[in-house]
């Protein structure tokens, strides 16, 4: 008999079952009380459109369980899914060929939304790309080479290229759709080249910069020193360690799970980078820089490094004001980077996110094989092969 297919569920989240061909939401323990179920029958069939609307849900949910802003009454969440019982059914009426270029895109997104990941649809297209188009001077599809042109010239070129992806994407969307004759951005976007750059933006910090770095934080900014160690020290990517709970790490702090990553931006919890969960295991070092740090009688939601007043750790406000510095209006941060720098301990400055490289780097130069550091990072084998294994050693021609 086929069991039942459920999502994995990480500890104090909401997850979704098919139970009987029907789905339903299956919700952590630490909100139910004794004798009270932990399902909320949905009353929708398990297709693969119902699930896409229950994960919007979901993920809603989970995000206000980390904000401590969930309804325990579930009344709101009931209400959402009698909205989905409800078939609705919008027809556009093509009367007129349209040629506002933000009309359009608004409704290009309202087509995509159920098709995306909540985080993406928040990020890049009810946001990132809704605030390029909004800025443009010009709408009219008409002039759509006006378009190009003011992209280019206040946009870095990347991102004036993929402006210009999306833009046609949204345009071949409204001809299959009848709202416009033609795409005016075709091919727009493939005929701009980028610069080429070596190796482009792996540039991993050397071991002796790496303890300057550490030592650094641990003189100056001593409650992000734990933080930072963990980076280094595990290669793990900056909202992996922002979202690990103690949940994650067993009790003897010998193996961490990574299976969620929060972004600070959205205020949201979410799978991986790759969708999926991998064990890493701890050395001797990581093990007493865990246990040194963690508090008695730990919850398993308990976030593992939190911000100085408490909170999750904003990777903007870290990134920005505690790692790098700098003025940002009428306040100047004093960053550890920047110190460094004029101190000459560093000779360049480099994001968070290089710690991971300088992790792989470091791993590949100790004799790890590359199958074993993708493992440990959750890479495939061949983006360690493609960025970073020619960054392991430096070549050098031998006398002939």
């Not at 939401?25 to 399902?39: A, D, F, N, V």
């Not at 390029?132 to 870095?156: E, G, M, W």
């Not at 750790?313 to 720098?341: A, R």
């Amino acid at each position: 008999m086929m069991q039942p297919m459920r999502t994995r569920q990480a500890n104090g989240t909401v997850g979704i079952e098919d139970h009987r061909g029907k789905l339903r939401l299956r919700l952590p323990t630490m909100l139910t009380k004794e004798g009270q179920s932990r399902y909320v029958m949905t009353g929708l069939d398990a297709s693969d459109y119902n699930r896409k609307q229950m994960q919007k849900l979901v993920a809603l949910m989970n995000e206000e369980i980390a904000t401590g802003s969930f309804d325990c009454t579930l009344e709101r969440y009931k209400r959402e899914i009698e909205g989905y019982n409800r078939p609705q059914l919008t027809i556009v009426k093509p009367t007129a060929p349209q040629t506002d270029l933000g009309q359009l895109w608004a409704a290009y997104c309202q087509y995509m939304q159920p098709q995306l990941a909540t985080t993406t649809y928040r990020r890049d297209y009810a946001r990132k790309y809704t605030n390029h188009i909004a800025a443009l001077p010009i709408k009219d599809l008409n002039q759509s080479v006006a378009i190009r042109n003011h992209l280019l010239a206040t946009l870095s070129t990347n991102a004036a290229k993929r402006v210009l992806t999306y833009l046609s994407a949204c345009c071949k969307w409204a001809v299959a759709s009848g709202l416009v004759k033609d795409n005016p951005f075709t091919g727009m976007s493939e005929d701009i080249k980028l610069p080429k750059h070596d190796n482009d933006a792996i540039d991993p910090f050397s071991k002796q910069e790496m303890d300057s770095i550490i030592t650094a934080f641990e003189q100056h900014k001593p409650h992000y020193a734990p933080f930072v160690k963990f980076l280094f020290w595990t290669g793990c990517r900056t909202g992996e360690a922002i979202g690990l709970t103690w949940g994650h790490i067993n009790p003897e702090c010998t193996q961490i799970t990574f299976s969620e990553s929060y972004d600070s931006a959205l205020n949201i919890r979410k799978t991986t980078k790759t969708g999926k969960a991998r064990k890493f295991p701890c050395n001797t070092k990581l093990r007493a820089l865990l246990l040194s740090i963690k508090p008695p009688n730990t919850l398993p939601d308990t976030p593992v490094f939190l911000a100085p007043k408490g909170g999750m750790v904003n990777n903007t406000k870290f990134s920005t004001q505690i790692w790098k510095g700098g003025k940002q209006g009428d306040n100047n941060y004093h960053g550890v980077m920047q110190k460094l720098i004029e101190e000459g301990a560093i000779d360049r400055y480099r994001c968070p996110y290089n710690t991971r490289h300088t992790f792989i780097t470091l791993m590949l130069a100790e004799g790890l094989t590359v199958s074993a550091v993708a493992k440990l990072v959750g890479n495939s084998p061949a983006i360690i092969l493609a960025h970073y294994a020619g960054n392991t050693h430096r070549i050098e021609l031998p006398e002939l």
